[in-house]
């Protein structure tokens, strides 16, 4: 399969199994020379984040990793990729859904087998219009949110967190308690988080990326690699420019910018 004329696409690859990571990684390169592995993932937490920074055109997702499994980045990545799992599961427990990803692999992959995947990646691609990736982008397709669902159900590996109320945060000498609902957005900041309410700020010592993780997904939105706002402060979001978009809140004066990954958030229903 390197025929310089097929088209190239960007990568990235989730494994946590040194082993099996070289492997996929060799034979990609070996049977289709044209793919652009641009980042590599040990884990789901990382995986997630190299997402957003790379926007990669397929991703190749473990089911089981440390952190976020395959699955839950897959939920997040939605449509806005080519998925392709690779998994030591069985056929069987894998039927689900076989037609929400666009393709699976077993461990250990064959060389021939992986070949067989990027053939429906050129066709998937070539046959692709703009216009139907950014419908698929608006939607998690009906048949994609219960073929992960039916996995997950399946192949439980962890237990639920219960979702916390509060968040303990440091102010100077003191230490607040900051209820989720006062909380205006999450961001970033070195080895903190920065906790904004409509009456000041905070810093936490966990992670954004930690906290999303125990965070309603419903109620606390990621609109950027390193921004989580609560969608009950959001007053309006407002373009930029024809890829930008800019949150405007109540009771703050800061604005914050939307990723192009996350514009789909604010885009009217059909």
Known sequence: ?????????????????????????????????????????????DAWDLWLEHEPDVVFLDIQMPGLSGLAVAERIRARSHIVFVTAYDQHALQAFEHAALDYLLKPVTLERLEQTIKRLIERIQNTSKSAS???????????????????????????????KWLRASVGKQIR??????????????????VVTKDGEAYIRTALKDLIEMLDP??????????VVNAHAIESAERIDSE?????LRN???RLTVSRSFGYLFRESN
């Open 177 to 194: 308690l900051i209820h989720l609902n006062d909380i205006l957005f999450l961001q970033s900041d070195t080895k903190y988080t920065r």
């Open 134 to 164: 950014q419908t698929a982008e608006n939607s998690v397709s009906k048949s994609h949110a219960e073929a992960l669902n039916s996995i997950a159900n399946a192949n439980q590996t962890s237990e639920k967190k219960t979702k916390p």
């Open 244 to 248: 930008r978009l800019e949150v405007i």
């Open 1 to 45: 399969m390197n025929d310089l004329t097929q088209p190239a696409f960007t990568v990235l690859i989730a494994e946590d199994e040194d082993m099996m990571r070289e492997r996929l990684i060799s034979q990609l390169k070996q049977c289709y020379p044209q793919a652009q592995i641009v980042a590599v993932a040990e884990n789901g937490n």
């Open 218 to 227: 419903e109620i606390f939105w990621q609109i950027h690699r390193g921004t």
């Open 252 to 254: 703050c004066a800061e």
